[in-house]
């Protein structure tokens, strides 16, 4: 008979699984039509700009892997370069999930692979989204002034991020949100782990580390930004500034961030183009959807499959190890 620890890991992965299917799925029901349109559309594309873009994707998450080490050093949590690398790159598959918490995946496996609680771990992943959501913001706010667009969604996500983070600089007021979700005698079981949780992130939230983490958040999402400028210029008579491309860029990924749909799906994509017709671009609608199909597939998509890969090696290190323990 197998262990119960086995029996866990299998459901847990059968979850992942099934998660990541469904909105692959999801997704490519709803772009089909428009890839349909876009395979005929894509005479005169400069496919050295997609190209450039890809790599500042893998720029980004680079620089991202900088602040996951950051984040595991204050932690106190020490994790093998290689097997931490693997771990970062398996979060990625989960990046369309709501909010990105699908990346918790990442505490499961450094809990699996090097038995570190996932209490200790977990705030890790909510601090990224925290200081992702607060470089987009700088990203975003240094050009509405120039441009004009979309402050009203900054304005918004400023209050969001805001508010956040007073609740975590005023710890009364989030254990007492804490302890009254966990009331029901089902949750209450979660009420310790959560108020550890929330302790941790508070911690990484702490002004010196989230200066930090996010001093290197600006840099990452700004390859990204320029990765879309590059794509939009490609096309043929098409033409937006690179600071207006940051904008648009920062204020929609926080918008699809904010929506809480899984990757942001629609959300993005629909204020993306928006943005790109009627803002100061003023590209025309059939190369504004093109273009955005393209970034979305060398940014989110790109990352979904680097983390695919890097999941399914993971998955393969820990039915290893939970054979070798067997054993033992």
């Given at each position: 008979?197998?262990?119960?620890?086995?029996?866990?890991?299998?459901?847990?992965w059968?979850?992942?699984w099934?998660?990541?299917?469904?909105?692959?799925?999801?997704?490519?029901?709803?772009?089909?039509?428009?890839?349909?349109?876009?395979?005929?559309?894509?005479g005169?594309?400069?496919?050295?700009?997609?190209?450039?873009?890809?790599?500042?994707?893998?720029?980004?998450?680079?620089?991202?892997?900088?602040?996951?080490t950051?984040?595991?050093r204050?932690?106190?949590?020490?994790?093998?370069?290689?097997?931490?690398a693997?771990?970062?790159?398996?979060?990625?598959?989960l990046?369309?999930?709501?909010?990105?918490?699908?990346?918790?995946?990442?505490?499961?496996?450094?809990?699996?692979?090097?038995?570190?609680p996932?209490?200790?771990?977990?705030p890790?992943?909510?601090?990224?989204?925290?200081s992702?959501?607060?470089?987009?913001?700088?990203?975003?706010?240094?050009?509405?002034?120039?441009y004009?667009?979309?402050?009203?969604?900054?304005?918004?996500?400023?209050?969001?991020?805001?508010?956040?983070?007073?609740?975590?600089?005023?710890?009364?007021?989030?254990r007492?949100?804490?302890?009254l979700?966990?009331?029901?005698?089902?949750?209450?079981?979660?009420?310790?782990?959560?108020?550890?949780?929330?302790g941790?992130?508070?911690?990484?939230c702490?002004?010196?580390?989230?200066?930090?983490?996010t001093?290197?958040?600006?840099?990452?999402?700004?390859?990204?930004?320029?990765?879309?400028?590059?794509?939009?210029?490609?096309?043929?008579?098409?033409?937006?500034?690179?600071?207006?491309?940051?904008?648009?860029?920062?204020?929609?990924?926080?918008?699809?961030?904010?929506?809480?749909?899984?990757?942001?799906?629609?959300?993005?994509?629909?204020?993306?183009?928006?943005?790109?017709v009627?803002?100061?671009a003023?590209i025309?609608?059939?190369?504004?959807?093109?273009?955005?199909?393209?970034?979305?597939?060398?940014?989110?998509?790109?990352?979904?499959a680097?983390?695919?890969?890097?999941?399914?090696?993971?998955?393969?290190?820990?039915?290893?190890?939970?054979?070798?323990?067997?054993?033992?």
């Amino acid at each position: 008979m197998a262990a119960p620890e086995v029996c866990y890991g299998k459901s847990v992965w059968r979850w992942i699984w099934i998660a990541i299917v469904l909105v692959i799925a999801a997704a490519a029901v709803a772009a089909l039509g428009d890839v349909r349109q876009l395979a005929t559309r894509l005479g005169g594309f400069g496919w050295s700009a997609f190209a450039a873009a890809l790599c500042l994707a893998l720029a980004n998450y680079g620089i991202r892997f900088v602040r996951w080490t950051l984040y595991l050093r204050r932690q106190g949590v020490t994790v093998p370069p290689t097997t931490s690398a693997l771990v970062f790159g398996a979060g990625l598959s989960l990046s369309i999930t709501p909010g990105k918490l699908g990346e918790l995946v990442k505490s499961y496996l450094l809990r699996e692979l090097c038995d570190i609680p996932v209490t200790r771990t977990a705030p890790i992943v909510i601090a990224e989204r925290v200081s992702d959501l607060i470089a987009l913001l700088v990203l975003a706010v240094a050009g509405v002034a120039a441009y004009g667009i979309a402050a009203a969604a900054v304005i918004a996500a400023a209050a969001v991020i805001t508010a956040g983070l007073v609740l975590l600089a005023w710890p009364r007021p989030a254990r007492a949100l804490i302890d009254l979700v966990t009331r029901a005698p089902r949750l209450a079981r979660f009420r310790a782990p959560l108020h550890d949780i929330h302790g941790g992130l508070a911690a990484l939230c702490r002004p010196a580390t989230l200066t930090a983490a996010t001093a290197l958040a600006v840099p990452a999402w700004a390859c990204e930004c320029v990765g879309f400028a590059l794509i939009v210029n490609a096309f043929p008579g098409a033409h937006v500034e690179l600071g207006l491309a940051i904008v648009i860029y920062a204020a929609t990924t926080i918008a699809g961030a904010l929506s809480f749909l899984p990757g942001g799906l629609g959300v993005t994509e629909g204020a993306m183009a928006m943005w790109l017709v009627r803002g100061a671009a003023h590209i025309e609608r059939p190369t504004a959807v093109d273009a955005t199909l393209l970034t979305r597939i060398a940014t989110l998509w790109f990352a979904v499959a680097l983390g695919l890969v890097c999941l399914a090696v993971a998955r393969r290190r820990v039915r290893a190890r939970s054979r070798d323990a067997l054993r033992a």
